[in-house]
């Protein structure tokens, strides 16, 4: 099995690149070799590569105000499909005259988005930011009303 | 580490990093001790795995216990963690009763790593145990038994890793973890 090399690698408009390769690059100003301990470290980083820098030391440093707007983003995202799936068991429920079910579908989607409101700035570590999660994404509500839908 | 001087629980805080206080714990305590029970465990989802014990594995390969239902995490379990925990944005990762002999040999969890929080409601006699190296005794912290204990510790994804595993000698033991960021 051959080896692979990892970079981050500055590009022409100053911006980072992650890059693999199965050959070593040659040292250029810009690129950063990375050890197998180095990528162990900077996982997150190169998952939140757009918001990293390499400081005057050659390190990569990350702005965690960017990290918390783009995890912030992908959980609106996410809150965004789910209820979009949940919007289609109320109007199953409705069709059912469920209003019980309807109500508590409703109440589930108001919650994820009265999430969106916290106030998250308190959180500058990266690795925590990652752990931000809204409490109902995690849960199967789709089988759980859908059961109580149609009874089974 | 254990402190009982002046709320309605116990907690160990294993990370250091103080343990999240809940409010409404009357809720959050009878919540837990409605789950406590043969009946619950009995109708539970259960898990029974065995092997040869591995205690670098992310999962422990001996396990034996019953999980609380997806329709009483979400009507009755999630809505209560909400409440009784504003100031955390949390994911709920366990959902466990231990009846009387079932336990959780070592593992990491190392392939989530985070805070973690254990919020555990024991009828009977039972124990949480854990260790930073294999070369270490294990830390033996033990349940109230008809109340809450609460513990928080973190998961590594590298050495050191936290090593832990749960043994219910007696009684029924409710078991719900959280990973958790603190908004506040």
Request: proline share 3%; net charge negative.
């Amino acid at each position: 099995m051959s080896d692979i090399y990892r970079y981050i690698e500055t590009i022409d408009d100053g911006s980072l690149i992650f890059t693999e390769s199965s050959i070593m690059l040659p040292k250029i100003k810009g690129r950063l070799l990375l050890s197998d301990s180095d990528f162990k470290k900077y996982t997150l980083h190169i998952k939140y590569i757009n918001c990293c820098s390499l400081n005057e030391n050659a390190e990569l440093e990350v702005d965690s105000v960017k990290v918390l707007s783009r995890r912030v983003q992908r959980i609106m995202y996410d809150i965004d499909d789910k209820s979009a799936e949940l919007r289609k068991l109320v109007q199953e429920a409705a069709i059912f005259d469920n209003k019980e079910v309807a109500r508590e579908i409703a109440l589930v989607i108001k919650s994820m988005n009265k999430f969106l409101d916290s106030d998250f700035s308190n959180i500058t570590d990266v690795n925590d930011i990652e752990q931000i999660t809204c409490p109902e994404l995690q849960l199967d509500y789709e089988k759980h009303f859908t059961n109580k839908i149609y009874g089974i | 580490m254990k402190n009982t001087s002046q709320i309605k629980y116990t907690e160990y805080d294993i990370h250091g990093k103080g343990v999240p206080a809940p409010i409404h714990v009357d809720q959050l305590e009878n919540l837990l001790k409605s789950f406590a029970n043969k009946e619950t465990y009995d109708n539970g989802d259960k898990c029974n795995r065995s092997g040869d014990l591995d205690p670098y594995s992310y999962y422990a390969v001996n396990s034996k216990n019953a999980r609380i239902t997806n329709d009483d995490i979400i009507t009755h379990l999630a809505p209560t963690l909400k409440k009784c925990f504003p100031n955390l944005a949390f994911r709920i990762t366990g959902n466990f009763i231990y009846g009387p002999g079932d336990g959780i040999d070592e593992h990491t969890n190392a392939n989530d790593p985070s805070d973690v929080m254990y919020i555990t409601y024991a009828t009977g006699k039972s124990k949480f145990s854990y260790r930073y190296s294999q070369e270490e005794p294990l830390i033996d912290t033990y349940d109230d038994i008809n109340g809450l204990t609460l513990r928080a510790f973190t998961l590594t994804d590298s050495k050191p890793f936290t090593f832990h595993k749960v043994e219910c000698e007696t009684g029924y033991r409710v078991s719900i973890g959280i990973r958790y960021v603190k908004l506040f």
